[in-house]
């Protein structure tokens, strides 16, 4: 099955704000309400009572909020704005066009000034440390979904989207790796090249979909039989290849191959019916044919055709004469 590919919004996009838990409202909204709300509180305090309010506190916990929510060019706009109102407010109040509502000294001992005061500083700290909690969380959400869909992509860009087994280049690179733990423990490498024989008559006969059912079946099939150092992978079509590793004889690896030639011949249960296929596999071995991983590959290929020509559903071992069409069975 193929894996869904969801391509996260950049943080940077403030035009399509990120969706906080669950959805149901944003970073961006609550951020423009609680902006609003803060500046409109600090210029109403600004123009009515001057510096005798709390208002500058609210004015600069706007441009806080707008620095830490959005950017720091919209925090110094805020910023900047407040700076205005409040050159403006102290203009109009020292020049007698604005005046304060009660006196000052009546203001400083009123006991409901205090409470309101008292109010205003602590709601003001709680509300502004749990929109950076918010922004935190989300943002932290944000990651966390971007690594995982990376991780997505990664194996999308590796994996073969039907089967879900690697690659050409993963096997590469997989069989490299084995030849270079078998060069050092003085063990075996096998590579397996396995051809599905009567894949196009199923494919011809009940489509596609049908042809992918049976490769996912053949895909879980190969699974089962291989050990956890081992590696399977789909290189196309209906083309497999297996990696196996720390082999002590040749014989390790055809007893691989005729399980898995047993295996796969075994009747599949699809959607159109019951069909059968078989396995033509060519083996080489290392250090026997090859120590690198190309010449490998050739060889157990070249084994393959060989086993094709010799009937299918069988398996030839690659022999030093296979770059001539030469090869010898078990």
Same mark, same amino acid.
């Given at each position: 099955?193929?894996?869904?590919?969801?391509?996260?919004?950049?943080?940077?996009?403030?035009?399509?704000?990120?969706?906080?838990?669950? @959805?149901?409202?944003?970073?961006?909204?609550?951020?423009?309400?609680?902006?609003?709300? *803060?500046?409109? =509180?600090?210029? +109403?305090?600004?123009? $009515?009572?001057?510096?005798?309010?709390?208002?500058?506190?609210? &004015?600069?916990?706007?441009?806080?909020?707008?620095?830490?929510? %959005?950017?720091?060019? *919209?925090?110094?706009?805020?910023?900047?704005? #407040?700076?205005?109102? +409040?050159?403006?407010?102290?203009?109009?109040?020292?020049?007698?066009?604005? $005046?304060?509502?009660?006196?000052?000294?009546?203001?400083?001992?009123? #006991?409901?000034?205090?409470?309101?005061?008292?109010?205003?500083?602590?709601?003001?700290?709680?509300?502004?440390?749990?929109?950076?909690?918010?922004?935190?969380?989300?943002?932290?959400?944000?990651?966390?979904? =971007?690594?995982?869909?990376?991780?997505?992509?990664?194996?999308?860009? $590796?994996?073969?989207?039907?089967?879900?087994?690697?690659?050409?280049? &993963?096997?590469?690179?997989?069989?490299?790796?084995?030849?270079?733990?078998?060069?050092?423990?003085?063990?075996? +490498?096998?590579?397996?090249?396995?051809?599905?024989?009567?894949?196009?008559?199923? !494919?011809?006969? %009940?489509?596609?979909? #049908? @042809? !992918?059912?049976?490769?996912?079946?053949?895909?879980? /099939?190969?699974? /089962?039989?291989?050990?956890?150092?081992?590696? #399977?992978?789909?290189? @196309?079509?209906?083309?497999?290849?297996?990696?196996?590793?720390?082999?002590?004889?040749?014989?390790?690896?055809? &007893?691989?191959?005729?399980?898995?030639?047993?295996?796969?011949?075994?009747?599949?249960?699809?959607?159109?019916?019951?069909?059968?296929?078989?396995?033509?596999? @060519? =083996?080489?071995?290392?250090?026997?044919?090859?120590?690198?991983?190309?010449?490998?590959?050739?060889?157990?290929?070249?084994?393959? %055709?060989?086993?094709?020509?010799?009937?299918?559903?069988?398996?030839?071992?690659?022999?030093?004469?296979?770059?001539? !069409?030469?090869?010898?069975?078990?």
């Amino acid at each position: 099955m193929a894996w869904p590919v969801h391509i996260p919004q950049s943080p940077g996009n403030r035009r399509d704000c990120y969706l906080f838990i669950q @959805g149901k409202t944003s970073i961006c909204l609550q951020g423009r309400v609680l902006l609003i709300v *803060f500046y409109a =509180i600090g210029a +109403v305090g600004i123009v $009515t009572l001057g510096l005798l309010g709390a208002g500058l506190w609210w &004015l600069v916990m706007s441009s806080l909020l707008a620095s830490t929510l %959005y950017s720091l060019r *919209f925090g110094l706009a805020i910023a900047a704005s #407040a700076l205005g109102m +409040v050159v403006l407010s102290g203009f109009a109040f020292t020049t007698g066009l604005l $005046t304060l509502p009660v006196d000052a000294n009546t203001y400083a001992i009123s #006991a409901t000034s205090w409470i309101s005061f008292l109010v205003a500083a602590s709601i003001m700290p709680f509300v502004v440390f749990q929109s950076i909690a918010i922004f935190q969380k989300s943002t932290l959400d944000l990651v966390d979904e =971007i690594d995982r869909q990376r991780a997505e992509i990664e194996i999308l860009a $590796t994996h073969d989207y039907l089967t879900e087994l690697p690659q050409l280049n &993963l096997a590469q690179d997989r069989l490299q790796m084995a030849l270079r733990e078998g060069h050092r423990s003085g063990t075996k +490498v096998a590579l397996l090249f396995i051809d599905l024989d009567g894949f196009k008559e199923v !494919n011809d006969r %009940y489509g596609h979909d #049908a @042809g !992918n059912q049976v490769l996912k079946e053949v895909a879980k /099939r190969l699974l /089962r039989l291989l050990r956890d150092v081992d590696t #399977a992978a789909r290189i @196309g079509g209906d083309e497999f290849v297996l990696v196996l590793g720390n082999l002590k004889t040749k014989e390790n690896a055809a &007893l691989v191959a005729e399980r898995l030639i047993a295996d796969i011949s075994r009747p599949m249960d699809i959607s159109e019916g019951t069909v059968s296929v078989g396995a033509s596999i @060519g =083996i080489a071995l290392s250090p026997d044919n090859a120590n690198d991983h190309k010449s490998l590959w050739r060889a157990a290929d070249l084994a393959m %055709y060989a086993a094709k020509e010799a009937g299918k559903n069988c398996f030839r071992y690659s022999s030093e004469g296979v770059s001539n !069409n030469s090869v010898r069975e078990i």
